[in-house]
């Protein structure tokens, strides 16, 4: 091996890669011509750089793919989530009540006390109201301290009725149409002769709406 040959093999690398000037890339392709050591020697390096090359292709097609099924599993995990936040959603809103807002849903007109010979007292309700899936009562004593909602409350001395209509929160996102329907519920255990008077109770703005009083 001469030094020549020592000087080619030092750009062999640059001339299979294609990054050596025009001036060396002449001297070496004369110089391989007749030197069958440097040729062969380009040869193999030239197969290296080939496999170094497909290895990379296989490298970046591997991670390209990789790529690929990371979107597709959190594209999955994006809808699953949707999906379960909007059945979380939907079981929340129908099975969860709230009281029935008492302007939205016109309960002035909707509900009211009527009083009948024998001196019981019904509950009326109409429209909208009749939506309502719980009734819950109340009673007030003498300074205004209603039970259920007050810890004061004197059980000895009553003076009036009170309830409050509460619906699924899935419905109270609407105004329900329920036609001409109407109901009439009797008021257990209090009548005209036991209390003063029947309120309805709006406890989101604890606010009290007489519907009935006892007349002198």
């Not at 129908?94 to 007109?109: A, G, V």
Request: proline share 1%; hydrophobic share 40%.
């Amino acid at each position: 091996m001469n030094t020549k040959c020592n000087i080619i093999k030092d750009l062999l690398p640059l001339y299979a890669e294609n990054l050596c000037s025009a001036e060396s890339r002449q001297m070496v392709a004369e110089h391989i011509a007749q030197c069958s050591e440097c040729c062969n020697e380009l040869k193999q390096i030239s197969t290296e750089v080939v496999l170094q090359a497909d290895a990379d292709i296989s490298l970046f097609k591997r991670i390209k793919k990789r790529t690929r099924i990371q979107k597709i599993v959190i594209a999955a995990v994006s809808v699953l989530a949707a999906l379960l936040l909007g059945w979380l959603g939907q079981f929340y809103l129908i099975n969860t009540d709230c009281t029935m807002d008492y302007e939205k849903n016109n309960l002035k007109e909707n509900v009211w006390v009527e009083e009948d010979e024998t001196g019981k007292l019904w509950m009326c309700r109409k429209g909208v109201a009749c939506s309502a899936d719980i009734i819950l009562p109340t009673v007030m004593d003498a300074n205004g301290n209603m039970l259920f909602w007050d810890d004061n409350f004197d059980k000895d001395q009553k003076e009036g009725y009170g309830f409050t209509l509460r619906q699924r929160k899935v419905d109270a996102l609407a105004i329900l149409d329920m036609g001409i329907t109407e109901e009439r519920t009797l008021i257990e255990g209090y009548d005209s002769s036991s209390i003063d008077y029947v309120f309805y109770y709006d406890d989101r703005t604890d606010t009290r709406y007489t519907l009935w009083e006892k007349q002198d």
